[in-house]
């Protein structure tokens, strides 16, 4: 199979993707092709971010930052079927997956298209702060681009009418904040993915605080040096 002419054909159009999971056609085929093109593209990203730290940072981001995509869809996937379910979902299990994994291939390809601009700056200057609000920004950017090509995904292969729609409407997007605190805080737990130049190598850190906690440190640092 070439994985990538199904990812090329799914970029091309969109309709006819959406068409095909509500009928349940190539599930499979989708699914094979994304998960290899997304860890691809996810991992290359990941070893750019990983690269400010030494090649063992590169290679350990170039896998976790993949990880981190698939863990967070593996967490929250059953809830996301499980209650569609008992709202009266007549999709399988591998329709809900399968859109998980096209959403997953859209962030992937948003964060390679990026991947050039952040070399650039990766290789043109050496602000750790200001690499890591950079890449910050880009994840969030890429991520969004995702949630709404899940959302509207949903929508269509659910057929949601006018009476429901308000109701399933705000069920999905409770789920979408619920996916996206999930994946932070998981990404917090698999740091570093950028490392700390100059310290050891870590495969992986204490727990401590959270991701959002941290976010504010780095904005804060960022202005204060300034």
Excluded at 25 to 31: A, G, N, Q, R
Excluded at 183 to 207: A, D, M, Y
Aim: proline share 3%.
């Amino acid at each position: 199979m070439n994985y990538f002419a199904v990812l090329m054909e799914f970029l091309r159009d969109r309709g006819q993707f959406l068409e095909n999971l509500r009928n349940g056609k190539y599930i499979e085929k989708y699914i094979i092709a994304f998960a290899v093109c997304s860890s691809l593209f996810l991992g290359l990203y990941g070893g750019i971010l990983g690269s400010f730290s030494g090649v063992w940072q590169a290679l350990a981001s170039a896998i976790k930052l993949p990880a981190l995509y698939l863990l967070t869809l593996l967490i929250c996937l059953p809830a996301l079927f499980f209650f569609d379910v008992v709202c009266g979902s007549k999709r399988t299990f591998w329709q809900y997956c399968c859109l998980l994994f096209a959403s997953m291939s859209a962030i992937s390809i948003m964060l390679f298209g990026f991947a050039p601009i952040v070399l650039f700056f990766r290789l043109s200057m050496n602000d750790y702060n200001f690499f890591k609000l950079l890449n910050v920004a880009i994840l969030m950017t890429a991520s969004f681009v995702g949630i709404q090509f899940f959302y509207r995904g949903m929508l269509f292969i659910n057929d949601i009418d006018g009476a429901h729609k308000q109701r399933r409407d705000i069920s999905v997007k409770a789920w979408l904040v619920l996916y996206g605190f999930v994946g932070s805080q998981l990404g917090w737990t698999l740091r570093p993915f950028f490392g700390s130049p100059g310290k050891p190598f870590e495969i992986f850190r204490n727990l401590e605080s959270n991701f959002y906690a941290h976010l504010l440190h780095i904005i804060s640092q960022f202005f204060t040096i300034r």
